[in-house]
T-cell receptor, first 114, second 115 residues
């Protein structure tokens, strides 16, 4: 089974600064999808950004961008101009292109300091 | 479009009882996945249903079961509750497409407390 590792249980960032959350995964597949989800204290998990492994270009959604390193099996999330509303638990997830099961990391709790 | 809904939002049960949780997916979504979330364990995959059939299953005991109806609504049942079953149970829906870009959308969760 695929494994997803988030080695930073907790991170903090000053408001307006930039922070990078790390994620690595283990797979023998060549085609797959990677996701970052955000879970604010209200508990509703929402999609932040998605990356298709066959695309070399890193995905970007407003202040959120990823650094996808396929050979290194690394998928980090960069949050620019951090805002108080970015405080949440962030989960990295993997999905095979040949199945529909998602594999999640254990999460990184992000604190934004005013 | 309405999002994923889960009922009830909170449940308190005692050991040995059974419980049924419900999930209504986004309209048009045919896949429903269930996860157990506990502090320190992250999201543990329970099972996925697609077109009324269980398509994937995680590593949970048989006390955890589920089903999906023809309208894609899904229920999850836990029998003979144990203290360790206390958790947030999340449901996620997606189109269920294999080999294509697809994304899971989550409901707000059901907080189950077992006393």
């Amino acid at each position: 089974a695929q494994t997803v590792t988030q080695s930073q249980p907790e991170m903090s960032v000053q408001e307006a600064e930039t922070v990078t959350l790390s994620c690595t995964y283990d797979t023998s597949e060549s085609d797959y999808y990677l996701f970052w989800y955000k879970q604010p204290p209200s508990r509703q998990m929402i999609l932040v950004i998605r990356q298709e492994a066959y695309k070399q270009q890193n995905a970007t959604e407003n202040r959120f961008s990823v650094n996808f390193q396929k050979a290194a099996k690394s998928f980090s999330l960069k949050i620019s101009d951090s805002q108080l509303g970015d405080a949440a638990m962030y989960f990295c997830a993997y999905r095979s292109a040949t199945g529909n099961q998602f594999y999640f990391g254990t999460g990184t709790s992000l604190t934004v300091i005013p | 479009k309405a999002g994923v809904t889960q009922t009830p939002r909170y449940l308190i049960k005692t050991r040995g009882q059974q419980v049924t949780l419900s999930c209504s997916p986004i309209s048009g979504h045919r896949s429903v996945s269930w996860y157990q979330q506990t502090p320190g364990q992250g999201l543990q995959f329970l099972f996925e249903y697609f077109s009324e059939t269980q398509r994937n299953k995680g590593n949970f005991p048989g006390r955890f079961s589920g089903r999906q109806f023809s309208n894609s609504r899904s229920e999850m049942n836990v029998s003979t509750l144990e203290l360790g079953d206390s958790a947030l149970y999340l449901c996620a829906s997606s189109l269920g497409l294999v080999g294509a870009t697809d994304t899971q959308y989550f409901g707000p969760g059901t907080r189950l407390t077992v006393l």
